[in-house]
């Protein structure tokens, strides 16, 4: 079974493709985004690539490139194709694989089947990048929640913002997660700026023990 995570969030724009250049960083993996929705500023991968300065071989062409910035399952309508769980298998990798997600865990893919979905599919621990500021709580928490009853295998947290001891606790605490990483606002968005940040924990106790 291949070796990897799979990248969600608890909400868009919440900073999953910062902590996915993160991740790849720190475990030396491989990028792959399977689902990329809008291309008016570049793709994911794109940002990612440039982010980490990393060779092209350590990036996987999505399998789904879509025009408009939308759930997946409205801008497939919208470029006329439809997105079905049986279009993704896992590629062969040497490297630990860093999929990265569109949207949270319920984004539809298509009329029947949501982002968690394609997570179970997929097989792989998924770590759950999360803000810090206020709302949080409630968004991890329900995220999380939803995963557990989907029988979905949770890494931990990332969470990604200015420090807040308080919400991080809580998270820690009701969720009964590890808090894998903290990213903060960072002027200097670069591969060093990443590099320089240490995980919570090493990187070898993120996989969750079987």
């Known amino acids: 079974m291949a070796k990897g995570f799979f990248i969600t969030g608890t909400d868009t724009d919440v900073g999953k493709t910062v902590a996915s250049a993160f991740v790849q960083l720190h475990t030396d993996g ?7 929705s809008g291309l008016e500023d570049g793709t994911d991968t ?3 690539k440039r982010l980490t300065s990393l060779e092209d071989d ?4 999505s399998r789904f490139v879509l025009n408009a910035p939308l759930s997946p399952h409205a801008a497939a309508k919208l470029d006329g194709v439809t ?3 049986s279009d993704f298998s896992l590629p062969c990798c ?3 694989l860093v999929v990265e997600g569109a949207g949270g865990v319920m984004v539809p893919l298509n009329e029947r089947n949501f982002m968690i979905d394609l997570m179970a599919t997929l097989k792989l621990p998924t770590i759950i990048v999360a803000r810090t500021a206020l709302g949080t709580i409630n968004h991890t928490l ?12 949770i890494a931990g947290v990332i969470l990604n913002g200015e420090p807040n001891e308080g919400n991080k ?9 590890k808090i894998l990483a903290e990213i903060p606002r960072l ?24």
């Not at 350590?58 to 062409?61: A, L, V």
């Open 30 to 36: 491989t990028y792959w985004k399977p689902i990329q």
């Open 46 to 48: 794109q940002f990612v």
């Open 58 to 61: 350590r990036f996987i062409p």
């Open 83 to 85: 997105i079905e769980l």
């Open 94 to 96: 040497s490297r630990p």
């Open 142 to 153: 329900l995220t999380i929640s939803v995963m557990r009853l989907a029988g979905i295998s």
């Open 169 to 177: 606790e809580a998270i820690m605490q009701y969720g009964n997660v």
């Open 187 to 210: 002027s200097d968005l670069s591969k060093d700026s990443l590099l320089s940040l240490s995980p919570n924990l090493p990187t070898s106790e993120w996989w969750p023990s079987a």
